[in-house]
């Protein structure tokens, strides 16, 4: 299988998108975040191709003027806030930055490193872009653009996982510089507040990265794709055609009839009333859910707000496996019960091996739906 960070990203936050953009293949309609954000990459790979005079900040400027596109901007007052933050973002870099003593090894590399299963022997290959790999006095240095308004800390930096992918591949490009990890710096530099936040890594964690895109590749194999809500929703181009959003645009898709409306409204409503009789509810919960099955959608809405149909999944651990795993280390004995909560306690310093194998030491214990309710 070949699989992108950004694929193995899209997967970890909703497996459902991963399937409509990498199996399905339907294309996704750019949002004016991923647009600006190209633009903005786009501009910083022209400050730093090779020249002999680097571009001026006027050149930069006019670069990203001349590439606008105005047309994915809802209104004029939103565009000019975005082409407003752009101007500052390569102004400040600019200010921070002198282009001309940097030493450029490649700009927008691309890369396909394999990686081989240890259990079943399979091949897949990992691929992507880096954006930028720089020539220090006494090493490397792999730089990501972020145009991104939130920073991170210095922690989640230390354990980026994409970060640890391009320095896989920097190795793969350049592996005698395995030798040399200490000089090599990999580094998120924030356009926005005109901040690097660097980091190094070691050979384990290296590893552990390789064995993530494995476990997501098995994940992947399964072929279970679950939709997830999150605040990520807000950008996704699938809401149409997601089981969890779809309902919202029932008047597009012309489904729905009046009947289904009134009872998804009456449900809303007299979930809010306590005092409403629990037979008229279950009623109205049961046609409800037969709709909702019938029409294939987790969610639907109506102008009193949206029904979510949730699965509640809880685990248990096999005892057998975890006393094997835990007992070596002496942790058997704080998880005799094997407590959940016991449990949690300990892992944080469990070794990242460790606590991956009790991971898939977790089964399903039992699942339950539930409906929950959003007001508006």
Not at 159 to 177: G, H, I, M, T
């Amino acid at each position: 299988m070949r699989l992108s960070y950004s694929a193995l990203d899209s997967f970890q936050n909703c497996s459902l998108k991963y399937k409509f953009q990498n199996i399905d293949k339907i294309k996704e309609p750019k949002s004016k975040e991923a647009v600006f954000g190209t633009l903005v990459h786009g501009t910083m790979k022209f400050i730093h191709n090779p020249s002999l005079l680097p571009p001026k900040l006027e050149d930069a400027l006019d670069y990203f003027s001349k590439n606008w596109n105005s047309d994915v901007f809802e209104d004029e007052l939103e565009e000019r806030s975005a082409f407003s933050m752009g101007v500052a973002m390569i102004q400040q870099y600019y200010k921070n930055n002198i282009v001309s003593e940097y030493n450029i090894v490649d700009l927008e590399s691309r890369f396909a490193i394999e990686i081989i299963d240890p259990k079943n022997g399979a091949n897949h290959t990992i691929s992507g872009i880096i954006d930028r790999i720089d020539k220090t006095e006494d090493g490397y240095e792999i730089i990501d653009y972020k145009t991104t308004k939130k920073m991170p800390s210095q922690d989640k930096v230390d354990n980026d996982l994409q970060l640890s992918v391009y320095l896989n591949a920097f190795l793969a490009r350049y592996p005698k510089e395995a030798a040399n990890l200490d000089k090599i710096t990999v580094s998120l530099y924030y356009l926005k507040h005109g901040v690097k936040l660097s980091s190094q890594r070691s050979l384990e964690q290296l590893k552990n990265a390789n064995q993530l895109f494995l476990d997501v590749i098995a994940e992947i194999e399964k072929g279970i794709f679950v939709p997830n809500v999150t605040p990520l929703c807000d950008w996704c181009g699938f809401q149409k055609i997601c089981p969890m959003w779809k309902h919202k645009f029932k008047e597009e898709r012309k489904i729905d009839s009046e009947e289904i409306n009134a009872a998804i409204g009456d449900y809303i409503n007299l979930k809010s009333a306590i005092a409403s009789t629990k037979t008229q509810f279950a009623e109205l919960q049961e046609k409800i859910t037969k709709y909702m099955e019938q029409e294939g959608v987790e969610r639907v809405f109506s102008d009193e707000g949206i029904i979510a149909q949730t699965l509640r999944k809880t685990y248990k651990y096999d005892e057998k496996q975890l006393r094997e795993i835990l007992e070596p280390l002496d942790k058997w004995e704080s998880v005799l019960k094997v407590d959940g909560i016991a449990l949690k306690n300990i892992m944080s310093v469990l070794p990242v091996s460790t606590r991956q194998d009790v991971e898939r030491a977790r089964v399903l214990d039992k699942e339950s739906k539930s409906l929950t309710i959003k007001k508006k």
